[in-house]
């Protein structure tokens, strides 16, 4: 006999989660960037324990039809994209149609949704990757997306998550790097009752810096943009006299989309030269 054998559709899934999903903070992301591209302007994130025991993303975007709700489910279904070529101009924050159900593979997950034109939501819930039931439900239009027990059936990845307070730490990171350039949306994440990050809707790119680092330190950066064979490059900097010895604050986008890149914070490091005492 062979020794090359397809795996099961449940090693399969949970493989395909652990390249999605690393810790709470990444399930964070995912669904705040589905909310984001569903044309939502208010955009609310309730944690527990870190997001171990519940994260939950509610938005006021497009929410889905029966058909939709149940695609969203499916692995490599998206609304995003259609054919290889649309990789070369997509300006959604997801296009894989892997984050949904990878995250459902390893949580309890339940979508609540309603379009605007419907009179009646729908419910879905999902376990360990695994369809429980759809039904309809009262709902405000948008949708609400609850994990709760993340890593629930996978004990051994759920060992390697830090302490609470870590895990929170690394969700409002991620929450403050998505909502940066978003200006016009509103963002908010609370900790069962204590608000974490309220970034209300602003006009302008200084107005959301403040709210993330303080008027001082938004009031002391310089705003540079150029446009380069095509690429068009805006950027904030802060003085030489702004230094840190960590480059955390160092924020990157690439169409809006936040990316962490060697080469590129090396290069900007690099640009203020001997301005930067070393280190």
């Known amino acids: ?27 964070a992301r995912e669904l705040i960037d589905n909310s984001i591209d569903a044309g939502s302007t208010r955009i609310l994130v309730k944690i527990e324990n870190g997001g171990r025991n519940l994260i939950r993303v509610m938005d006021n975007g497009a929410g889905m039809d ?13 609304s995003k994209i259609s054919e290889i070529g649309d990789l070369f101009s997509v300006r959604t924050l997801g296009f894989r149609g892997e984050a949904v159900p ?17 009179l009646v939501g729908l419910r879905l819930k999902i376990q360990g990757g695994k369809i429980k039931e759809i039904e309809e439900t009262g709902a405000p239009a948008g949708t609400t997306v609850e994990v ?37 949306l509103s ?17 302008s790119d200084v107005s959301r810096l403040a709210s993330l680092f303080g008027h001082e330190v938004a009031g002391s950066l310089i705003s540079m943009e150029r446009e380069i064979e095509g690429v068009r490059l805006t950027g904030y900097l802060s003085p030489p006299e702004r230094d840190r010895a960590r480059g955390d604050h160092l924020f990157v986008y690439v169409n809006r989309r936040s990316v962490r890149e060697r080469l590129l914070t090396h290069a900007v490091i690099e640009g203020y030269g001997s301005r930067l005492m070393k280190g």
């Open 1 to 27: 006999m062979g020794l090359i054998r397809i795996l099961s559709e449940k090693v399969a899934s949970q493989i395909a989660a652990g390249e999605v999903v690393e810790r709470p903070a990444s399930v």
């Open 66 to 78: 029966r058909d939709d709700l149940l695609l969203c489910a499916e692995r490599h279904a998206t």
């Open 102 to 118: 990878s995250i459902a593979a390893v949580s309890r997950m339940t979508i609540t949704t309603r379009t605007m034109d419907q």
């Open 148 to 184: 709760k027990d993340l890593f629930f059936n996978t004990p051994a990845r759920k060992k390697f998550l830090r302490s609470a307070s870590t895990e929170t730490d690394h969700i409002v990171d991620i929450l403050a790097r998505i909502a940066l350039p978003f200006t016009t």
């Open 187 to 203: 963002f908010r994440l609370e900790d069962r009752d204590k608000t974490l990050l309220s970034l209300p809707s602003v006009e």
